[in-house]
């Protein structure tokens, strides 16, 4: 199972809205509505942020929201903050009953 | 509230086992799958299994297929992840995770694992 799809970086200024992309295969994201998205500042543990494609869990930020088209999902983070740089993952469900990481994306605030 | 408390950091030799605990506490422990899931110096997050605790039953990605047991003891809500024959390539931060559905809604604070000579 090959790792989905992220770009490596992606960096914004304050208040801009910058969106990341998992891509994946018709076995895993385009299979299933489970693509969830974390957010992992190194030597924690990470954070969900998005659940089943666009489910944002009680206490998560509404700036972060999530979306899905095809083997290609997508995390957007509006009015980005200092607090939002960290990497982010995103995850999957497959057909061979297994999950898969996305390879991770390192967000920076300009 | 709900918590998943991992054993401490390790190191062991190349050819060693180690075998990393997840004690959970705040809800009932057969109700959810625990997954395992390691991240290397510099790499991404590598999902390597799952058990179900209450029936003990799992399911591994493929890459851990015959390297990797993973076991629990439900008198004391724990979690185990044993891997065998280590290699510098184990050295990682490994987290035990609880998954609702088909996420992973609360996770283990990581254990470190050092594979020296």
């Known amino acids: 199972q090959s790792a989905l799809t992220q770009p490596a970086s992606v960096s914004g200024s304050p208040g801009q809205s910058i969106a990341i992309s998992c891509t994946g295969t018709?076995?895993?994201?385009?299979?299933?509505?489970?693509v969830s998205w974390y957010q992992h500042h190194p030597g924690k543990a990470p954070k969900l942020m998005i659940s089943?494609?666009?489910n944002r869990p009680s206490g998560v930020s509404n700036r972060f929201s999530g979306s899905k088209s095809g083997n290609t999902a997508s995390l957007t983070i509006s009015g980005l903050q200092a607090e939002d740089e960290a990497d982010y993952f995103c995850?999957?469900?497959?057909?061979?009953?297994?999950?898969?990481f996305g390879t991770g994306t390192k967000v920076t605030v300009l | 509230q709900v918590q998943l408390v991992q054993s401490g950091a390790e190191v062991k030799k190349p050819g060693a086992s180690v075998k990393v605990s997840c004690k959970a506490s705040?809800?009932?422990?057969?109700?959810?799958?625990i997954h395992w899931v390691r991240q290397a110096p510099g790499q991404g997050l590598e999902w390597m299994g799952w058990i179900d605790p209450h029936t003990g039953g799992t399911n591994f990605a493929q890459k851990f297929q015959g390297g990797v047991t993973m076991t629990r003891d439900t008198s004391i809500t724990t979690a185990y992840m044993e891997l065998s024959s280590l290699s510098a390539d184990d050295t990682a931060v490994y987290y035990c995770a609880r998954s609702y559905r088909q996420f992973f809604d609360y996770w283990g604070q990581g254990t470190l694992l050092t594979v020296s000579p």
């Open positions: 089943e494609v666009y």
């Open positions: 705040g809800y009932t422990f057969t109700d959810y799958y």
């Open positions: 018709s076995s895993d994201v385009g299979a299933y509505n489970s």
């Open positions: 995850s999957s469900y497959t057909s061979s009953s297994t999950y898969v």
